[in-house]
């Protein structure tokens, strides 16, 4: 296999408007991220990802983008983005942009255009269709709620939208689309960035004859429906040859309801298609058949690792594996999968990047996760301001799905806005994000969880992080080991090994609040540890503590 520079790197996702704001609008913005450059670097990370910089009129906080080659007005400028650009570069850090192509915002030039007429010559960059019976031409459900179809009076037809009725999709089978997309990322490209991280990249190729999807179901679900679409890899290999082939770049896709066996096409080791994707099997463990992701279910650590271990065996020696706990769509990990109570908030998170970090793929961590950031302490539905969150809240009690004490509940436990509070940076006001009123209320945990206290501690959950970092660089067993799991029926435990010929790891962590004992393997007995979150030469190797985790080298 041919060794590419990202699989041995790290990623850390800035969601622009919570991470740091400089002019005093209480939103973050393009001269806030550049100013916060060296932390990345001291974290270690290589590569950035930024979700959506352009304009947008923020229906969904930049995902509905109205000018591909324009900055959204709050965030700065085009110069403010070049100057945090050659910054990142001067430092060593390379630059992945968001690009956002399955739909654009309904306020982009190409849809104004065209809703206008059925001959305008845009009215094909989108999907118009005729209503059947009087009503949508198929039953699909947008993501945030509601029909996937809007009629538009103007137009005199539906156009589809997977998300919200602001977000268009794009019809991807007109070449004069795909032309258009790819000199817009060849355009981005000449100006020096590093990558692209593809926003729904498995939906862009829709079923033309819009068969109808299961009935009734809620959220995330109908992805399946469009998902994997017969001509997407014909586009992405399409793509490649005309654009990302040129460069010497790191892509992702975000591949909602992708298999493992499309998988291994996306992120297939040839390099046709994507450096790698992001799957969601493991994000929808403790999820529930009918509501989806709305539900307070607990987790079934077999279940996880059995999923997460399919995909570690399935993709070996084929396709490049991504590896994530969190990002701007999910809630925070330490209060899903950790415990997020003073006691255990810290150790929790440190196992939860052990676990993650060991495995074979390239990691991504979210802003705050690397100081243990937690879900926020909601009190009342009307705080939350994510359209998902809002939408399906309604939804879901309109239709008496769940009683509204429940779904507060789901929401406060998997709501995308418990990721969108402002990055906690120190124990001043607005946590050092905004020396103005912040566009969402900052977690008043921020006097004891901030990165100035994590710094300024060689204890803390960022220096865990910092370590993983520096061991993957230094270990190629880390980066390219086989994975095997042990223990697979364990309900608190998680075991793995990497091997590479004589190199050995093993991985040890425990999911539960109990004290857990293990047995050693042989080989391992008098390995080295060479990470641990609590004192292994006092409490022992086989009596692991609640959230306890170490590493041992053979
Ligand atoms: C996935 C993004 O991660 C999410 O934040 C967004 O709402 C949808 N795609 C629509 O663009």
Known sequence: ???KWWQK???YQVYPRSFQDSDGDGIGDIPGITRRLPYLKELGVDVIWLSPVYESPNDDNGYDISNYRGIMKEFGTMED????LDRAHELGLKIVMDLVVNHTSDEHAWFAESRKSKDNPYRDYYIWRDGKDGKEPNNWGSCF???AWQYDETAG?????????????LN?????????????MDWWLKKGIDGFRMDVISLISKDQSFPDGKPESTGYTDFNVAANGARVHEYLQEMNRRVLSKYDL???????????????KYGNLEGTELSMCFQFEHMGVDSDPVTGKWTTKKLELPKLKEVLTRWEKGLEGIAWNSLFWDNHDQPRIVSRWGCDAPEYRERSAKMLAICLHMMKGTPYIYQGEEIGMTNYPWKDVSEFQDIDSVNNYKEIVKKGIMTPEDAFRALKAKSRDNARTPMQWDAGKNAGFSDGTPWMAVNPNYTAVNAEEALARKDSVFYTYQKLIALRKQMDVIVYGDYNLLLPEDENLWVYTRTLGEE???????FSGKTVSFDVPEAFAAGEALIENYDTAGEGLSCIPPYGAYVLKA
């Open 250 to 264: 790191v892509t992702v896709g975000e591949c909602s309801g992708v298999t493992l066996e499309e998988a291994k």
């Open 81 to 84: 983005f070049d100057r945090m």
């Open 157 to 169: 037809q539906y156009y589809l939208h997977l998300f919200s009725k602001k977000q268009p999709d």
């Open 1 to 3: 296999m041919e060794k």
């Open 9 to 11: 790197s790290v990623v």
């Open 504 to 510: 050995k790891l093993l991985v040890v962590c425990n």
């Open 172 to 184: 991807w089978d007109n070449p004069k689309v795909r032309d258009e997309v790819f000199d817009m």
């Open 145 to 147: 709620g509601g029909s």
